[in-house]
């Protein structure tokens, strides 16, 4: 709930009441109109702000939010899954800059909120083994707006101040 908040605050746009209906499924009332699923609300939450994206942003974005929505609670829970989930998603940023492409969409602010607590338990030295997610949220963090209910991560390791010294 709050990383959908979260979304809507950054997006400037009402969330409506968000709760789990009766089969535990994140759901909102926006404009009248019931949105299930966290995937399907954060997209629906973009496209309400007026937010323009590519139908393969768009695709790329459903799989990215439905892969955060099925893993993260369990990553939470288990320290050994949580370095594997965050080493898939390093791995997929090794190429690019951001998960939905070469431009910043929702989707990323919505995944820096769902691996915010993950990111933020794991020490100096093996925050250095996930280099391109650490290049990933310094570049979210300098959005203005991104990062307004959290205080942004420390990520000045000594190799991602080598290699990526900049946000670009």
């Known amino acids: 709930m709050d990383v959908v908040k979260s979304v809507g605050k950054y997006l400037n746009t009402s969330v409506g009441s968000i709760c789990y209906n009766t089969d535990k499924t994140l759901t909102t009332i926006i404009d009248k109109e019931n949105v299930?699923?966290?995937?399907?609300?954060?997209?629906?939450?973009?496209?309400k702000s007026g937010t323009k994206m590519s139908q393969e942003q768009v695709l790329l974005s459903y799989q990215w939010l439905e892969?955060?929505?099925?893993?993260?609670?369990?990553?939470?829970?288990?320290?050994?899954?949580?370095?594997?989930?965050?080493?898939?998603?390093?791995?997929a940023l090794a190429n690019n800059t951001y998960l939905a492409g070469p431009a910043v969409t929702v989707t990323d602010i919505a995944a820096y909120h769902v691996l915010y607590p993950l990111i933020e338990s794991l020490g100096i030295l093996e925050r250095e083994s996930f280099l391109h997610l650490c290049r990933w949220c310094?570049?979210?963090?300098?959005?203005?707006?991104?990062?307004?209910n959290k205080p942004p991560l420390i990520l000045n390791t000594l190799t991602l101040s080598i290699l990526a010294?900049?946000?670009?």
């Open 138 to 148: 310094k570049h979210i963090q300098a959005l203005p707006g991104a990062c307004t």
């Open 67 to 91: 892969h955060l929505a099925m893993y993260s609670n369990q990553a939470v829970s288990n320290p050994s899954f949580s370095k594997n989930f965050l080493q898939g998603i390093n791995r």
């Open 36 to 47: 299930e699923g966290f995937a399907s609300i954060i997209l629906w939450l973009a496209s």
């Open 165 to 168: 010294p900049a946000v670009h």
